[in-house]
C-alpha cells in the first residue's frame, strides 16, 4: 500500500492536460501582450487628441504618432527578444534563494530566486518570486531536483513529490497539503 502511493507521486503529473490549465496559461500569454497594444493604442489616441483639438496640427501630430509608432513596434522586438523564450522543459534545480522582506515594518514576506539547469544546458532563472511565509519554497525544492517548467506558469513542477507533505500549486504558488486535489487558494487542479 505504501508502495503504491509512493509511486503514485514519482512522475510528473498528467493533471496538467486538464482543461482549466489550458484555460489559465492561454490567458496568462495574451495579457501581455494586450496590455501593450492597449499602452501604445492609448498613447496614439492621447497624442492625436491633444494634437488636434488643442493645438490644431494635424501634420505635427501624425508626426509624432509616427514616431510613437516606431518606437513601440521597436520595443516590442526587443522586449520578446529579452524575455526568456517560455517553453515546457526539463531540468534541475541548480540553485535557489530566499530573502525575508518587511512590508511596512509590519507583516514579513518571502523573495524567492530559483535557477533551473535545463536538459539543453541552458540556465532558466525564475526571479523574485514573492509569497507569503507560510509558502517558503526552500523547503519544497532542493538543489537537485527534478522539475519541469510549464509554458505559461511561474513555478515549476517536482518529478519527485514521495518525500513532500505539501504539493506546489504551480499556478498560484501556494504550497498545499498532499492529500488535496484542488488548490485551496485558487481551486484549480493540482499537479500531483
Ligand atoms: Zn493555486
Not at 65 to 91: E, N
Not at 107 to 120: C, H, N, Q, S
Not at 128 to 142: A, F, L, R
Request: charged share 25%.
Amino acid at each position: 500500500m505504501q508502495e503504491t502511493e509512493k509511486n503514485q507521486n514519482v512522475g510528473y503529473s498528467s493533471n496538467i492536460t486538464e482543461e482549466v490549465f489550458d484555460k489559465t496559461r492561454d490567458n496568462r500569454k495574451s495579457r501581455d501582450e494586450i496590455t501593450y497594444i492597449i499602452t501604445v493604442v492609448a498613447a496614439v489616441t492621447v497624442t492625436l487628441l491633444v494634437g488636434i483639438f488643442r493645438y490644431q496640427d494635424l501634420k505635427g501630430t501624425l508626426f509624432f504618432i509616427g514616431i510613437i509608432a516606431v518606437v513601440g513596434v521597436i520595443f516590442f522586438f526587443i522586449l520578446k527578444q529579452k524575455k526568456q523564450p517560455d517553453i515546457t522543459y526539463d531540468g534541475v534545480v541548480k540553485f535557489i534563494e530566499k530573502s525575508v522582506e518587511t512590508y511596512r515594518n509590519k507583516g514579513k514576506y518571502l523573495v524567492t530566486y530559483i535557477a533551473i539547469t535545463r536538459e539543453d544546458g541552458k540556465i532558466f532563472v525564475y526571479n523574485n518570486i514573492v509569497s507569503s511565509v507560510h509558502n517558503d519554497y526552500t523547503t519544497y525544492y532542493q538543489i537537485g531536483d527534478k522539475v519541469r517548467h510549464h509554458k505559461g506558469y511561474f513555478l515549476p513542477e517536482k518529478y519527485d513529490k514521495t518525500q513532500d507533505d505539501k504539493v506546489v500549486c504551480i499556478l498560484c504558488g501556494h504550497l498545499i497539503d498532499k492529500e488535496k486535489d484542488y488548490c485551496s487558494n485558487c481551486q484549480k487542479v493540482l499537479l500531483k
